[in-house]
C-alpha cells in the first residue's frame, strides 16, 4: 500500500476510533463510500487493535458491537499496577499507575498501545526512542521515566503524572486576558523549539496534549508514545507509521494529511491553531463530521476567518480581545498556518519572538512592514508625546526630529528582525535537510535511523549554515553534545572543538557561549581519557567565567564541580601513595569548597548541588572513607530519587557509587543487588551500548568475581570487553581498562598464557601509562609472579611509563 492511502486510512481511524462500538459501522461507511478497499482496510485495523487490547483478559473474541474499551485497571505491567484510566486516545489508553516494589511512592502515567504486539517493527524502535527521549528533559515537557514491555508482549511508556486541565479549559476557565494567554503559549513554544532542538517533532500539538497545572505551569504531552517522528516517518515505513502515528484533523497541517515530508515546520503550524483557539475560542476549521475528501480539501485549501473578525462576529471583547494587539495578531496566526510550509515561521522560536513584538508594540515580522503600520506602531507607543507635539506648532520641528530618530530606531529594529529571522530560517532550512534523508526518496526504501540523521548532519553542517557562523557554532555545540550524551565521544569531540573555535573568532574568548563551548569539550576530553589537556582547558574556562560572570554564576560553580572531577579522575590512575593521596585531597578541598557555595547559593535540592555531593562522596571512596562516602551518597541517591526521579542519569549513577563502596567495604552480596538494580534501569532507559551502563557492567563484573564466581565474572568483562571494542574502539582507555580486569580474571583461574596475552595487549593498547607501575601490586597477578615473562612484561610496562607521558 502507498503512504498515500495509509494516509487515508489514518484519517478514517482517528475519526473513528473513539465512537461507541454501535455509531462505528455507519460512519465507517459514510466517510469510505465506494471504496470498499479503504472500508476493509481500516475494519481490519480496528478488529486488531481491540484483539490486541483484550489480549491481558485472556484473548476473548473479538466483536465490533462489544464495548470500545477495554480496561485493564488493576492489572499489573512489570513493576506497575494500573489504577485507574486518565484518558482514552485513537491509539491506545493512558492510566494512572504506581510501582508496587516500593522503590519510590510517586504516581505515574502509563499508555498502553496494545496493537504494538502485531507489530515487529515497533518494538524493535523501542531502544532508539528511549535513548532519544531520554535526553528531553526541559520544565515544560512531561519526562519519559520508563518503558519496556509486559510479561504478555503488551509495550508500554511510562511518564511523569500531570495533574492539570487542557491549555484552552486552563485559560477559559480563569478568564485570562490576551496577554496572558500569550505569555503562556510563548513558554510552551520555549518547550516545541526545546524538542525540535534535540530532533524530535511532536507531529500532535492540541490542547489535550498541552496540560496546565494548578501553579500556571504548561506542561507538553505524549512525546515518544505515538508521536515522536522517527527518522523514516516521511514513508520508507508507511504501514508502521500509520498505525502508531495517528493525525488530530483539527490541528494536522497540510502536509500531514497529504503524506509528506514530517519537519519541524509541522509543529509551527499545528501550534498556529492552537493560538487560534486561545485567542478566539474556537477551531479555525470545521471537520469533524466531514467525508474524507472534504477534510483534506478544507484542510489543503480553505482560510480560516480572521482571529479579530471572529470576536467582532461573536460579540467578544473581553477578556480575549485587545485592539492593539488584534491586527498583529490576525498577521501572526497566519504566518503560522500557512500551506506552504516554508512561508511559515522558521522555527516555533521565531514564532515567539514575533509574540513578544506584538506584546512590547514593536513591528512583527509577519506584517508587511508599511510606513503608515510603523507609523501608528509610534503612535501607539508614544501616545502621550504625539498629542502634545499636536497641541504646539513649534513642538512640529521637535516631532519630526524625533520622528527621524524613530525611523533610524525602526530601521535597526527591522534589521535586527531581518537578522534574526534569516538566522531562524536557515537553522530551520538546516533541520529540514536533516530530516530530509528520511524521505523515501532520499532514503530508496532502507530504515534510516535517528543517529544516522545526526550524523548527515554533522557532515552538511559546513554546507549548511556557513553564512552565520554563530549559528553555526551553536548547532554544532547541540549535536556535540547529543553525541557525548550518547557515548560517542569520537564523534562529539571534532564538533565541539569547531564550535569552540567559531565562537572565539566570532564572539570573543570572554563570551559565555564560548565559555559554555570550553567547558563541553573538556567534558569530551575527560570522557576519551585526556585529563591533562580537559584540566587545563577547565582551569581556564573556571578563571575566565570567574572574572566576566563572577565565582558565585551557576557557570562558575558548574566549572569548579568539573575540575574537581578531573582532579579526582587522574589521582585514580595514580600508583597507591604520597601523590595520589595529595591529589585526592585537593580534589576533595575543591568539592567541600563548591558544594558549600552550591548550597548557599542553588539550595541542597539543586541538580548541581546533587552532582557535587556525588561527586564528593566518590573522592571519599577513593580516600577509604568508606562510612563516610556511604552516608553521603545514600543521602545523595535518596533526594535525587525525590527531585529528579529514579530513573534519571544522576540518580542512576549515585545508585552504582553506592554499590561501588559496599564493594570497597568487602559486602559483595549487597553490591551485586545494587549493581543489577542500577544495571536493569541503564539498560531500559541509557541502551545496551552506553558509557554508563558498560561502567556498571564492569563494577558488576569485579564484585562477581570477588564472591569466587570466576567463570560468571568473566563473561560479563568479555561482554563489557566485546562492546567497548565495537563502540569506543581498540586503542580507546576504557577498552585497555576491560582487557586488564580480562587479564586478571584469566590469572585467577590459572591460565596464565592467556592473562599474559591479554595483559600485554591492555598495556600496549590504551592502557595509561601511568597506570603501568602498580601492575606489580595488584592481587589478581599473584599467580604470575616468578614467570620469567611476567617479569619481561613489568619491565616493558616500566620503560613504557618512562618514555611515554600519561593521556597523551
Same mark, same amino acid.
Given at each position: ?570 589521582a585514580r590512575d595514580l600508583p597507591n601513595g604520597p601523590q595520589a593521596d595529595a591529589g585526592f585531597a585537593d580534589a576533595e578541598m575543591l568539592e567541600r569548597e563548591t558544594l ?70 568487602? #559486602? @559483595? %552480596? *549487597? ?7 542500577? !544495571? /536493569?534501569?541503564?539498560?531500559?532507559? +541509557? &541502551? $545496551?551500548? =552506553? ?17 569466587? #564466581? @570466576? %567463570? *560468571? ?7 563489557? !570487553? /566485546?562492546?567497548?571494542?565495537?563502540? +569506543? &574502539? $581498540?586503542? =580507546? ?17 590459572? #591460565?596464565?598464557? *592467556? ?8 598495556? /600496549? ?44
Amino acid at each position: 500500500m502507498t503512504p498515500a492511502a495509509w494516509h487515508e486510512v489514518e484519517v478514517v481511524l482517528s475519526e473513528v476510533m473513539d465512537l461507541p462500538a454501535a455509531e462505528r459501522s455507519s460512519r465507517i461507511v459514510q466517510l469510505c463510500g465506494a471504496r470498499a478497499d479503504l472500508k476493509t482496510e481500516v475494519e481490519s485495523l480496528l478488529s486488531a487493535h481491540e484483539k490486541a487490547a483484550s489480549f491481558l483478559e485472556g484473548n476473548a473474541e473479538f466483536d465490533l458491537t462489544a464495548t470500545p474499551a477495554f480496561s485493564l485497571q488493576g492489572k499489573q505491567l512489570g513493576p506497575y499496577r494500573l489504577l485507574s484510566i486518565v484518558g482514552v486516545g485513537g491509539m491506545g489508553t493512558v492510566y494512572r499507575a504506581e510501582r508496587t516494589d516500593g522503590r519510590f511512592q510517586k504516581q505515574v502515567a502509563i499508555k498502553v498501545t496494545p496493537a504494538a504486539i502485531h507489530s515487529p517493527e515497533l518494538l524493535r524502535r523501542f531502544t532508539s526512542e528511549q535513548q532519544i527521549l531520554a535526553t528531553l528533559e526541559h520544565p515544560n515537557i512531561a519526562r519519559l521515566l520508563d518503558a519496556g514491555v509486559s510479561a504478555e508482549g503488551i509495550p508500554y511508556f511510562v511518564m511523569e503524572f500531570v495533574e492539570g486541565i487542557p491549555v484552552n479549559e486552563y485559560c477559559d476557565t480563569g478568564q485570562l486576558s490576551t496577554k496572558q494567554r500569550l505569555s503562556l503559549f510563548q513558554t510552551l513554544c520555549s518547550a516545541v523549539q526545546y524538542a525540535h532542538q534535540h530532533l524530535v517533532v511532536h507531529r500532535d500539538l492540541k490542547p489535550a496534549n498541552i496540560l496546565v497545572t494548578v501553579d500556571g505551569v504548561p506542561k507538553l504531552l505524549d512525546f515518544g508514545i505515538a508521536k515522536i517522528v522517527e527518522p523514516w516517518v516521511a514513508g520508507t515505513q508507511g504501514e508502521t507509521r500509520s498505525l502508531l502515528n495517528p493525525l488530530t484533523p483539527g490541528y494536522a497541517s497540510p502536509e500531514q494529511v497529504r503524506g509528506e515530508t514530517i519537519t519541524t515546520a509541522t509543529d509551527v503550524y499545528s501550534l498556529g491553531i492552537v493560538l487560534y483557539e486561545l485567542i478566539t475560542g474556537q477551531a479555525p476549521y470545521r471537520v469533524m463530521g466531514k467525508p474524507l475528501d472534504e477534510a483534506i480539501r478544507i484542510i489543503c485549501q480553505s482560510e480560516p476567518e480572521e482571529p479579530s473578525a471572529l470576536l467582532r462576529r461573536l460579540g467578544k471583547d473581553d477578556p480575549r480581545s485587545a485592539s492593539a494587539l488584534s491586527s498583529d495578531l490576525d498577521a501572526i496566526i497566519a504566518k503560522a498556518m500557512r500551506k506552504e510550509p516554508r512561508e511559515r515561521y522558521a522555527s516555533a522560536e521565531e514564532l515567539a519572538s514575533d509574540l513578544g513584538r506584538a506584546l512590547a508594540g514593536v513591528p512583527v515580522l509577519a506584517q508587511r512592514g508599511t510606513v503608515l503600520y510603523r507609523a501608528g506602531k509610534f503612535v501607539r507607543r508614544h501616545r502621550l508625546g504625539v498629542g502634545i507635539a499636536a497641541a504646539a506648532f513649534l513642538m512640529l520641528v521637535v516631532f519630526a526630529a524625533a520622528m527621524a530618530i524613530q525611523a533610524q530606531r525602526i530601521a535597526k529594529e527591522r534589521d535586527r528582525a531581518n537578522r534574526e529571522a534569516e538566522a531562524s530560517k536557515r537553522v530551520a532550512e538546516f533541520i529540514t535537510n536533516m530530516f530530509r534523508v528520511s524521505d523515501p526518496t532520499e532514503s530508496r526504501g532502507n530504515t534510516v535511523t535517528a543517529r544516522e540523521i545526526l550524523d548527515k548532519a554533522s557532515q552538511d553542517i559546513d554546507r549548511g549554515l556557513a553564512k552565520d557562523p554563530v549559528v553555526q557554532a551553536q548547532m554544532m555545540d547541540v549535536m556535540g553534545m547529543v553525541y557525548w550524551n550518547l557515548g560517542l565521544f569520537g564523534r562529539a569531540q571534532p564538533l565541539l572543538e569547531r564550535s569552540l573555535n567559531l565562537r572565539v573568532q566570532t564572539l570573543g574568548l570572554e563570551n559565555q557561549a564560548t565559555l559554555s563551548s570550553g567547558s563541553h569539550l573538556a567534558a569530551v576530553l575527560a570522557s576519551e581519557g585526556r585529563f591533562d589537556e580537559a584540566q587545563k582547558l577547565e582551569r581556564k574556562t573556571l578563571e575566565l567565567r570567574r572574572r566576566v560572570l563572577g565565582p558565585e554564576h551557576p557557570d562558575s560553580l558548574q566549572s569548579m564541580r568539573s575540575l574537581a572531577n578531573l582532579m579526582e579522575r587522574q589521582a585514580r590512575d595514580l600508583p597507591n601513595g604520597p601523590q595520589a593521596d595529595a591529589g585526592f585531597a585537593d580534589a576533595e578541598m575543591l568539592e567541600r569548597e563548591t558544594l558549600a557555595t552550591c548550597r548557599r547559593v542553588l539550595g541542597t535540592d539543586h541538580p548541581d548541588t546533587l552532582a557535587v555531593m556525588n561527586r564528593l562522596g566518590s573522592t571519599l571512596d577513593y580516600e577509604g572513607r568508606y562510612p563516610e562516602a556511604e552516608q553521603l551518597q545514600r543521602e545523595t541517591y535518596a533526594i535525587q530519587r525525590r527531585v529528579l526521579g529514579p530513573e534519571h542519569r544522576d540518580t542512576m549513577g549515585s545508585l552504582n557509587n553506592i554499590a561501588f563502596t559496599l564493594e570497597k567495604e568487602q #559486602r @559483595y %552480596a *549487597e553490591a551485586e543487588t545494587v549493581y543489577r538494580q542500577a !544495571l /536493569d534501569i541503564q539498560r531500559r532507559i +541509557l &541502551g $545496551p551500548d =552506553h558509557p554508563d551502563m558498560l561502567l556498571t557492567m564492569d563494577n558488576l563484573s569485579n564484585t562477581v568475581a570477588e564472591q569466587g #564466581r @570466576y %567463570a *560468571e565474572a568473566e563473561k560479563l568483562c568479555r561482554e563489557t !570487553l /566485546d562492546i567497548r571494542v565495537r563502540v +569506543l &574502539g $581498540p586503542e =580507546h582507555r576504557d577498552t585497555a581498562t576491560s582487557k586488564y580486569e580480562l587479564a586478571g580474571l584469566l590469572a585467577r583461574q590459572g #591460565r596464565r598464557d *592467556e592473562a599474559l596475552r591479554t595483559l600485554r595487549d591492555a598495556v /600496549d593498547h590504551g592502557l595509561p601509562a601511568g597506570t603501568d607501575l602498580y601492575i606489580d601490586q595488584e592481587d589478581d597477578f599473584k599467580s604470575l609472579h616468578g614467570d620469567p615473562r611476567y617479569a619481561a612484561l613489568l619491565a616493558h610496562a616500566k620503560d613504557r611509563a618512562v618514555t611515554q607521558k600519561p593521556d597523551n
